[in-house]
């Protein structure tokens, strides 16, 4: 069968947006990256408290990732089936009210915790989280893509990369706010474990109902909408089908690290920290990810030379900064009840010090300076950067495999830096010249993160049998692969290379 070219944009599509960039629609979808980034790291939260309330085994509570991503990955397969056998929904409804009907879902899933915490069913929380997942898909099938086109194309990634670093900026609250609320503030001795899950999930539900009366009535543009077209024609251009085992690959090999993180910096040889000690190291290879998007929104957009060299300095810095203050936080000082005459500063002052000295966080510093000067040779050019950055993630595990110690350690933690911008570049490239498929295409791509169910398996059956160093080969070959499609793949079968995303 001969590839098929990417379509050329809808001409329902008003050419307005080709140089206007909508910076009040786009602040607004900036907080349904944070808020899904923020819920989604809640499961983790929720597994330990599900367990202890539930009585479960680890297998049982892990249910609840498989609940949560397994509604991604069927919400999309709903939604492709019914764009090929119907047409397109969003073509029909627009992007709009396609984020409009993924927070009401989500708004419904969130409610449905109040019953299942009365009922004390899990069986009903997995339902509840499974429509929540269900919300989180169409949100995503409906606002990555709009991010691309709230501005020029050639701007497509960095609006994205900023979306995503606000969503990162979510995934590094939510466990801090989420242990509070769940395991502090709304936990009673004399209720139900799983009782305080109920007042922080109405309040999602509360916060979605609003984001989508706010959705409902701001004016936004209408991209790419009113061409209703049946068929799977967005699965036969080649670019498409390659990225979307690009992002397979990419989530995959993004989670597989950040699940593995803690037993690896277990082992003696590595750095021998306990799972209290681990588990905020897991928080700094998510951090880097936030320190690479935003560095990636200001690299990838039209500001001028000068002005990105300024920033792309004092981002890392300043994000370097608040990783330090945040693994250095005396948390259980602060949550302690009755704190009495705790000087909470003097303590944070002192954690800053023994995260320097003792815990050697300074050594995390010349991977952000790595992540700078790359910055550089990719040239600001979407392509590009994906392939050096994803590159580097492939050499860092390779050392991390065969190394020992701290050399190590931050190589594997500094892998969050260079993960950063798979999701948005993979993402912006595949959908690229798509005009009016751009959200069937999207679904495809969602469904892709099934990639982070299937990975971290194959990865333990390698670490239980070859050990957890040698199982680094899993995410290494999935970014090898990432590489490929920044270097060659997203060009496949296009007319012409693309000069601008090379």
């Known amino acids: 069968m001969a590839a098929i070219s990417p379509p050329a944009e809808s001409p329902d599509s008003p050419p307005a947006t080709a140089n206007r960039t909508y910076r009040g629609p786009f602040a607004i979808m900036t907080s349904l990256f944070f808020l899904w980034g923020f819920m989604t790291v809640f499961n983790d939260i929720l597994i330990p408290r599900f367990k202890e309330a539930f009585e479960l085994s680890y297998f049982q509570a892990m249910l ?11 919400g999309a397969l709903i939604y492709f089936l019914i764009s090929a056998t119907g047409g397109d929904p969003i073509a029909k ?27 004390e069913s899990y069986g009903m929380f997995l339902g509840a989280l499974f429509v929540v997942g269900l919300g989180f898909a169409m949100l995503q099938i409906a606002a990555n893509p709009y991010v691309t086109i709230l501005g020029p194309e050639r701007t497509a990634s960095s609006r994205l990369n900023l979306a995503q670093g606000f969503n990162s900026v979510g995934t590094t609250l939510g466990p801090l706010i989420g242990g509070w609320l769940i395991f502090q503030y709304f936990a009673s001795s004399d209720a139900h474990g799983a009782d305080s899950v109920k007042v922080p999930y109405m309040g999602f539900c509360v916060v979605f109902l609003v984001l989508a009366f706010v959705f409902f009535f701001i004016k936004l543009p209408h991209i790419g909408e009113g061409k209703i077209e ?11 089908s390659l990225g979307v085992l690009a992002i397979f690959m990419y989530v995959g090999g993004e989670v597989t690290v950040g699940s593995a993180l803690i037993s690896f910096l277990g082992q003696d040889d590595i750095a021998g920290f306990d799972e209290s000690v681990a588990s905020k190291y897991v928080a700094i290879y998510w951090g ?57 500063l003097a303590l944070w002052f002192a954690n800053l010090r023994e995260n320097w000295v003792t815990y050697k966080f300074f050594l995390y510093l010349p991977f952000v300076g790595l992540c700078w000067l790359l910055f550089q040779f990719g040239r600001s050019l979407a392509g590009r950067t994906l392939f050096i950055f994803s590159t580097t993630a492939v050499v860092l595990l390779l050392v991390a495999a065969v190394a020992k110690g701290d050399l190590a350690m931050w190589c594997v933690i500094a892998v969050g830096l260079f993960s950063s911008i798979g999701w948005s570049n993979t993402f912006s490239l595949a959908i690229e010249g798509l005009g009016h498929l751009k959200s069937q295409a999207s679904s495809l791509l969602v469904m892709a993160i099934l990639g982070g169910a299937i990975l971290p398996p194959i990865q333990g059956f390698m670490a239980d049998h070859a050990g957890i160093q040698l199982s680094f080969i899993v995410p290494m070959l999935a970014y090898a692969y990432v590489a490929f499609y920044g270097a060659v793949g997203h060009r496949v079968g296009r007319p012409r290379p693309d000069a601008d995303h090379a």
């Open 93 to 119: 409804i627009g992007y709009k009210n396609g984020v409009v009907l993924g927070l009401l879902i989500s708004a419904a899933g969130s409610a449905l915790f109040w019953p299942a915490a009365s009922a």
């Open 64 to 74: 609840v990732q498989f609940a949560f991503f397994g509604a991604y990955f069927t």
């Open 230 to 240: 049946r068929g799977a024609r967005a699965l036969r251009i080649p670019h498409v």
């Open 288 to 344: 880097g990810l936030l320190i690479g998007r935003f560095m990636g929104s200001v690299e990838l957009s039209d500001l001028p030379k000068a002005r990105k060299q300024v920033l792309l300095i004092v981002i890392p810095l300043v994000a370097y900064v608040f990783l330090w203050a945040a693994k250095s936080a005396p948390l259980e000082a602060i949550r302690a009840e009755g704190g009495g005459d705790t000087n909470i």
